[in-house]
């Protein structure tokens, strides 16, 4: 039975994890002028609309994963590098902190004796599932946002050869987080936030 909670609530917050991230991402674009997230109802807190269940389901099962990433567009950034740094940054930046946050008032209802199993439970695992988030984020391989924030950073002559590899490093990424080859580092690296 624990078992099950425990899986219930990891399912709620990774729901309210990837939801959150994929709206922050929508709405950073959005402020800087990109109509595409609001246009495709991506502009939303609306967990449907950012569901995505092979994503979903690896992040249950082994820690990382993703949401249906939100389209973006650069067209109308008044800077396109900096918009787009902005927009796939911000995200990760946030979530890093709500991981802290969340785990600084688990610890304060702990010292202060107030101990509800459940409600401790779902802070830990909101506060890890944020950090997680985060950290998966980072890494340059599409749809991650650290994709984005690398293809900022490249000439365009690298631009083209790295979007050539996009799709084997995806079937790469998806291959090593399932047989647990880079959760030790990534689990590190979210224990060091939280």
């Given at each position: ?45 609306n967990p ?85 988030a985060a ?15 690398l293809r ?43």
């Open positions: 039975m624990d078992v099950i909670i425990y899986y219930i609530i990891n399912a709620v917050s990774i729901i309210i994890v990837t939801t959150l991230f994929e709206y922050i991402k929508a709405l950073m674009s959005a402020v800087q002028g990109d109509a595409v997230p609001k246009s495709q109802g991506r502009l939303t807190l449907v609309k950012h569901f995505e269940p092979i994503g979903f389901m690896l992040f249950l099962f082994t820690g990382f994963g993703w949401a249906n990433p939100v389209e973006t567009s650069s067209r109308n950034y008044k800077n396109r590098k900096k918009g787009t740094l902005i927009t796939y940054i911000t995200p990760i930046v946030l979530l890093i902190i709500f991981a802290v946050v969340i785990k600084i008032v688990m610890n304060i209802l702990i010292l202060g004796k107030f101990d509800n199993y459940y409600l401790r439970l779902a802070l830990a695992l909101l506060s890890r599932n944020f950090a997680a950290v998966f984020n980072i890494i340059p391989v599409y749809p991650m946002a650290g994709s984005h924030i900022c950073i490249l000439s365009p002559n690298h631009v083209v050869k790295y979007s050539q590899y996009e799709k084997p490093l995806q079937i790469l990424l998806v291959f090593l987080l399932i047989l647990g080859v880079i959760t030790p580092v990534l689990n590190a690296v979210v224990e060091i936030i939280v």
